[in-house]
């Protein structure tokens, strides 16, 4: 069980990701800000406590890995890993700029931190996949951990990879799948619908949850109940919305990329410092 004082560290910790996430984008003038802000409170959760990491070694042969598939929500694990000391804060204002070691989609021959390449939608999943069989040859005890998009999951190779996890009874791999219901184009539901995704991965075999995706006690007692299973992969459907705590990005339908002007990023960082500073009285 989460503590309230551990519960409120996370919710500081989400809220900081955002604000540094939407510094780097407004600096830049625009981005992905949709669906990084989506992943928000997953990533304050995994980097927060759930995974097992040593930013002071980045290469740590037992840490945990992380594999965001939904690779253009970069933005947000930049901020992520600089708020747990990775680098420096002030390298994200080089965000997609010449010479930049903080592309638009996730390098892993470029950040420090970063576990895995992806932005081909898709190919995340197979990649996790890897690196969780991987990791179980090697006879280690690391958890793989993979970010898959909704809009993605529309790829067959998302699903010839949960297949084949299942096959394998990779019970070191946990999905998690962000249902945010919208993609670049519009709805989810109106281009190409996933229908029940839980009951989805578990026709697939995968032992599989659903929880408030901005809820940051749900998704932490997700995970640890998603680490007790066996013999059988793990999934969690996160129920979000895109853009979630970003001013001008929240309940637009065209947020999966946008410009964002000064005064846009400035509403928003006040609006979110309010609520910092409401969570931290």
């Excluded at 840490?63 to 970069?74: E, M, Q, T």
């Excluded at 970010?147 to 790829?155: A, F, H, M, R």
């Excluded at 996933?194 to 026709?203: P, Y």
């Excluded at 999934?235 to 999966?256: P, R």
Aim: a negative charge; glycine letters at 8%; charged letters at 25%.
């Amino acid at each position: 069980m989460l503590s309230q004082n551990k519960i409120k560290e996370l919710k500081i910790f989400a809220i900081k990701i955002r604000m540094e996430t939407i510094k780097a984008l407004g600096n830049l003038g625009f981005g992905h800000i949709g669906g990084s802000m989506s992943i928000v409170d997953t990533l304050a959760v995994l980097y927060g406590g759930a995974m097992n990491i040593d930013p002071e070694n980045p290469k740590w042969e037992k840490r945990d890995w992380l594999v965001c598939s939904k690779g253009h929500a970069g933005p947000a694990i930049y901020s992520a890993l600089a708020l747990k000391g990775y680098f420096p804060i002030e390298k994200l204002m080089t965000l997609n700029k010449p010479g930049t070691h903080f592309p638009s989609h996730c390098d892993r021959n470029l950040t420090i931190g970063i576990d895995m390449t992806t932005g081909s939608l898709g190919q995340g999943a197979s990649t996790a996949l890897g690196i969780a069989l991987a990791q179980r040859l090697n006879g280690t005890q690391n958890s793989t951990y993979l970010i898959l998009g909704d809009g993605e999951s529309q790829e067959g190779q998302v699903w010839e990879a949960v297949m084949s996890a299942a096959q394998q009874k990779t019970d070191n791999l946990i999905a998690f799948l962000d249902y945010n219901k919208k993609q670049l184009d519009g709805p989810i539901k109106d281009i190409n619908d996933l229908a029940d995704a839980k009951a989805k991965f578990e026709s697939f075999r995968w032992f599989a949850q659903e929880v408030d995706g901005h809820d940051v006690k749900a998704i932490y007692e997700a995970i640890e109940k998603a680490k007790e299973i066996k013999e059988r992969p793990s999934a969690i459907v996160l129920d979000t919305i895109k853009g979630k705590g970003c001013s001008f990005a929240e309940g637009v339908l065209k947020n999966h990329s946008m410009q964002i002007s000064k005064e846009m990023m400035n509403e928003a960082l006040s609006n979110l410092q309010n609520e910092l500073e409401e969570i931290q009285a």
